[in-house]
């Protein structure tokens, strides 16, 4: 629902009793704020701040919704700062989408419960940092999307990038962030976990908090019950996975200029008749009823 001035009125009794000691503060910095772009959804504890070109939330509407707000929409704005979001103890999704956010950001750092963080159309360069950062504010992460940044390399919405470069660069996030489950809006398919997983057990490494990871004592039964035929499953699990992704090494294919089969004496595909097409042009038409086909 859309908050109007009559919803949240600044002379409205109950925000009086509740902010009495600042409530002059309060109603300055309440008018200073545009309630058209404003709007609150009880029903889904959901608040959209979008298109008001500040840098930071103000403080009226951090106190009046932090502690019931579960989705948080502030898209389409210049935020810089986001210190206030460590005082709402409920965010679930977070929406930061076209606000120029930069390399510099920093998040906070009590953002344990954020699930979806949605970062599309900003100017995030170095994917390594970005990676360190969100694994470090957001470790609960199962829903990331980077469309729109330079660090995302997207063959759909730049055509100096290939279907194998977003390729890498999906593996490569998926090995940070193991726990994402959709990312750039497509589900994390078993194979792309797969691979990481291969990947890493080559280099003698781990996938830490992987959803599907075995145990440590199941782990180590399952190793002295396989003994030496591990190494040969995991390098048929990573010939597969790479050819499933378009990976691995292909053999170009051999041109002949030959027909596949032959044919028998006397099978023809040819055929004759009587034309039934008769030109009764006054004037030449010139190369008009001639094919590329006969060309």
Not at 45 to 69: G, N, S, W
Not at 96 to 112: G, K
Not at 213 to 241: E, I
Request: charged fraction near 25%; charge should be positive; glycine fraction near 6%.
């Amino acid at each position: 629902m859309l908050l109007t001035q009559l919803e949240i009125a600044v002379g409205n009794p109950t925000l009086k009793r509740k902010y009495s000691g600042d409530y002059g503060a309060l109603k300055k910095k309440m008018e200073a704020i545009n309630w058209n772009k404003i709007m609150y959804i009880p029903q889904e504890e959901k608040l959209i701040y979008f298109d008001q070109k500040t840098y930071r939330l103000p403080e009226a509407i951090v106190t009046m919704y932090a502690d019931r707000v579960q989705h948080l929409d502030l898209s389409h704005n210049k935020l810089s700062s986001f210190d206030a979001l460590e005082r709402f103890p409920y965010l679930v999704e977070l929406v930061l989408d076209n606000n120029y956010l930069t390399d510099e950001i920093i998040f906070p750092a009590q953002l344990n419960n954020v699930k979806l963080l949605s970062l599309n159309n900003n100017k995030f360069k170095n994917l390594d940092l970005l990676l360190t950062k969100l694994s470090l504010c957001f470790p609960e992460l199962e829903y990331l999307s980077l469309l729109g940044n330079p660090a995302c390399p997207c063959h759909l919405l730049n055509l100096k990038y290939t279907e194998y470069d977003y390729q890498k660069y999906r593996l490569y996030i998926i090995r940070h962030l193991p726990k994402l489950r959709i990312l750039d809006g497509q589900r994390v398919k078993k194979m792309e976990r797969d691979f990481v997983r291969c990947q890493l057990e080559n280099y003698g490494e781990t996938l830490d908090n992987d959803p599907n990871a075995v145990s440590g004592s199941a782990k180590q039964q399952q190793q002295q019950t396989n003994g030496t035929r591990k190494s040969n499953t995991l390098k048929h699990l990573y010939t597969t996975v790479s050819s499933g992704l378009g990976l691995g090494r292909k053999n170009p294919p051999v041109y002949s200029p030959l027909p596949e089969t032959l044919r028998e004496v006397g099978d023809h595909r040819g055929a004759y008749g009587r034309c039934r097409y008769r030109y009764v042009g006054a004037q030449s038409e010139g190369n008009r009823f001639i094919l590329n086909n006969d060309l």
